[in-house]
């Protein structure tokens, strides 16, 4: 398979679908890689590491989607690599369609099949893709959480960890999951007091456990959830429900009854965000004030530590990306149905019904997409 590595062009995105090392694998396994002049850049990664890795460097980005098969991406594709996608081609990516109307159209006009990072499971339940983003952007929540409580930032001034004889920063993170254990985490590393809200009783039990008593943990009714960011000086919002858009959580009229200077970090803006005044911002402009309570928006987090985070992401999509060169998507999609969960877009059709849901669009079952497919590629076989 002809496997195609594009230059993001989101803004302040400085990651990259594959690494060098990630292109030597294709490689190995058969594989031909193009990838675009510069694409490795922003993790220092130049055009010579990846000819050595065995790949041939293309002048642009329209060369790359013009001969490539697959697209292995970091982020959704924008307008103009919308645009470029073509019926057949396989896209392997971010996608976080259900706040996204446009891209999903874009997606669907394109004739395409699209696979997301963000839906991909695993045999416990978990999101093995979205994992090691979600671990950046938990401790990258606090860290910059604790620079806009800085009063030139237009925070508290309050510095997380206090000092003796000064009381230590109050921290909420709602949401225990793999993004809300590493805000937890950081946060109490920086001596902060912590506490974490979730739905799921066993989950605050392991909490619990995991942290020896250094976080409180507390069962998210609205009551303990009001009570807990109105005593905030930094609140993470840290959902999470697959495929969907995120809750909304915090609304506007309790900004009003939170302290002065506070910080909400949405690390679920990538889903619509879970509190009502979100809105995505860049890391170029990335905080914003509504109503004293300052807001950190910014929706490629992992993006500020790029190389950090492409490694990361490549430890955990390297797999599924040789699976889907060396068997193509339909015969991978079938053998491995944590893989058939990414699927999210095929010809013209939603095939994520959680997806479908949020964009109040119908959709086809991935299974049936399948058999679909490979009916209708049959069909096009000379007798």
């Not at 896209?91 to 159209?105: E, K, N, R, S, V």
């Not at 045999?123 to 090691?132: C, D, F, S, V």
């Not at 095929?346 to 849901?357: D, E, F, L, R, Y």
Request: one cysteine or more; aromatic letters at 4%; a negative charge.
């Amino acid at each position: 398979m002809l496997v195609g590595l594009p230059k993001e062009i989101k803004v302040h995105e400085y990651r990259v679908g594959l690494t060098p090392g990630a292109v030597r694998e294709l490689v190995h396994h058969g594989h031909a890689v193009l990838v675009q002049t510069g694409a490795g850049t922003g993790i220092g990664a130049d055009d010579a590491a990846y000819v050595a890795a065995g790949a041939r460097i293309a002048p642009d980005a329209a060369t790359v989607f013009a001969q490539a098969e697959m697209i292995v991406k970091v982020k959704e594709p924008q307008p103009a690599e919308c645009a470029m996608l073509r019926p057949g081609q396989l896209l392997f990516t971010y996608l976080h369609l259900a706040p996204d109307p446009d891209q999903a159209a874009a997606l669907l006009d394109s004739g395409c099949t699209a696979i997301a990072y963000e839906t991909v499971t695993d045999a416990h339940g978990g999101l093995p893709l979205l994992a090691p983003m979600s671990e950046v952007a938990g401790r990258m929540a606090i860290q910059v959480g604790a620079v806009a409580l800085q009063k030139a930032s237009g925070g508290r001034g309050v510095l997380l960890g206090g000092v003796p004889g000064v009381a230590p920063g109050d921290v909420v993170v709602i949401g225990g999951g793999t993004v809300g254990t590493h805000a937890a985490r950081m946060a109490a590393g920086l001596g902060a007091r912590v506490t974490v809200l979730d739905k799921s009783v066993a989950r605050l039990r392991q909490l619990d456990e995991l942290f020896d008593g250094r976080v409180t943990t507390l069962y998210a009714t609205l009551d303990a959830l009001d009570a807990a960011v109105m005593a905030a000086d930094l609140v993470v919002g840290a959902v999470l429900v697959p495929g969907a858009a995120a809750p909304k959580l915090v609304h506007r009229a309790q900004l009003a009854r939170m302290r002065p200077g506070a910080v909400v970090v949405d690390v679920a803006i990538d889903q619509g965000g879970c509190f009502e005044t979100s809105r995505p911002t860049t890391h170029s402009d990335p905080t914003y004030i509504v109503d004293g309570i300052v807001h950190y928006c910014v929706a490629n987090m992992p993006g500020a530590v790029a190389r950090t985070s492409t490694y990361a992401l490549n430890n955990a999509t390297l797999p599924f990306a040789l699976a889907l060169a060396d068997k193509g998507w339909r015969r991978a999609c079938a053998d491995d149905p944590h893989l058939l969960a990414g699927l999210n877009v095929h010809a013209g059709k939603i095939t994520h019904p959680a997806v479908a849901a949020a964009l109040g669009l119908p959709w086809q079952v991935a299974a049936r997409t399948i058999d679909d497919a490979v009916a209708s590629e049959a069909a096009t076989l000379p007798d």
